[in-house]
Structures are given as C-alpha cells and as structure tokens.
C-alpha cells in the first residue's frame, strides 16, 4: 500500500535559517504529492503540490520537487519567518478511484525571533 | 467563497453513546472526504464519496462508523457505541473531481468520548 515517510520534529530554527523537512514515499503507480501546513488553532491548508515527476511546487517561498528516482519530496525554505511556525504534513495521492490523501506523520516547526 | 464547513466544532460525549457529526462541502465540489486526526495514528482517512457513486469505505475502522451524503451535498458521519479511543478531530474535505484537483479541508469537529 501507500506511505509517506516524514522527518521526526519538532523542528526549532532562528529566524532567517534554512530549512529543510524530509519527505519520502511508498505508492504503486505514479502518485500527486502535497506539502499541507497546519497553522496554530486552524484547518489544513495546501501549501504546495506536484503532479508528475521532476515538477517543482512553490508557495510562499516554500519549494518542494517531485524526485521519481528517490522517491522524494523534500520541503525547502530559504528564509524561514516567525509567522511560518506551523505543522507541516507530507501527503500523496494516488491515480485510483478513490485518490484519498495519504499523509505522512507531520513535522512540528517553531521559528524563534 | 465558503469554504468547507463543518459541525459542531468541539463534541463532548459518553461512552457508549452515539454521534454525529456534520459537514458541509463547497457548492459545486462532488468530491467529498472524512478524515480522523488522532495523536497516535496521525491524519487516517475513513471514507470517500464520490458523486453518485458508491462510497469507498476502506478507512472506516470498525462497522460502528458509517457516512451518508445526502443530495451530493451535506454528508453525516456517524459513530455507535463510542469508545475513549475514538476521540479524535474528524475532518472533512472536497474537491472538484478529476485528477490534481485539491482538496480542502474544514476546520474539524474534537469529538472527546469521556
């Protein structure tokens, strides 16, 4: 069956720091993968997606790039802002009837002024 | 436009008493999701509907769960006999159907079983 593999948070970073969340995944065919972000006392949000390989999703200054060969989908952010403190969930869907969303188990990120 | 919305937003009950829990997608999506979000088993998925279709069940974790969509629109999901291990917040989400399309979530019901 499908998996998403999430790098274990939480994650702490200065403000301005890189920031990088791993994000590997398990599907049969050819899967959509999505970063989803979980701002403090509100719902999921689409931050990002990609529906083939080797297109790059953006958003907000986040970037993430369907990598088929290493079954990756790896979060990147140059210049991390106190206001980006969030939950971060990696999902994928698949090309099945159903396409429900597969996620990972979330990254716990706190940006410090 | 509204978004998902759902109802109500935070759910007190007993053990062994029976729930439900309501979801109103955005007009015109005919993708509709239910999704659990629990400290131990993370973000599940539960049930899926998809127009006029029979709905995928294959998340459903026991027979004391079930869904209904009424008119394509409104969808209820319903819980038996609950159990402590059923709290959770339940989201829900809907899409325009086809593929790549996003789904939007809803701001959840915390269904706490005392």
């Known amino acids: 069956g499908n998996s998403v593999t999430q790098m274990e948070g939480p994650v702490t970073l200065s403000e301005e720091a890189f920031l990088t969340i791993n994000c590997t995944y398990t599907a049969t065919g050819y899967p959509s993968l999505f970063w989803y972000v979980q701002y403090p006392g509100e719902g999921l949000q689409l931050l990002l997606k990609?529906?083939?390989?080797?297109d790059k999703g953006s958003n907000k200054g986040f970037e993430a790039t369907y990598r088929k060969e290493t079954t990756s989908f790896h979060l990147e952010k140059g210049s991390v802002q106190v206001s980006d403190s969030a939950v971060y969930f990696c999902?994928?869907?698949?090309?099945?009837?159903?396409?429900?969303?597969?996620f990972g188990s979330g990254t716990q990120l706190t940006v410090l002024p | 436009g509204a978004g998902v919305s759902q109802s109500p937003s935070n759910k007190v009950t007993e053990k062994g008493k029976d729930v439900e829990l309501r979801c109103d997608p955005i007009s015109g999506h005919t993708a509709l999701y239910w999704y659990r979000q629990s400290l131990g088993q993370g973000l599940e998925f539960l049930i899926y509907?998809?127009?006029?279709?029979?709905?995928?069940k294959s998340g459903l974790p026991s027979d004391r769960f079930s869904a209904e969509r009424t008119g394509g629109s409104v969808s209820t999901l319903t819980i038996q006999r609950t159990q402590q291990e059923d709290s959770a917040v339940y989201l829900c989400?809907?899409?325009?159907?086809?593929?790549?399309?996003?789904?939007?979530f809803g701001p959840g019901t915390r269904l706490t079983v005392t």
């Open positions: 990609a529906t083939k390989a080797d």
């Open positions: 999902a994928l869907s698949d090309r099945g009837s159903a396409r429900q969303l597969t």
């Open positions: 989400a809907s899409s325009r159907a086809g593929e790549g399309y996003e789904q939007y």
């Open positions: 509907f998809q127009g006029n279709s029979a709905p995928d």
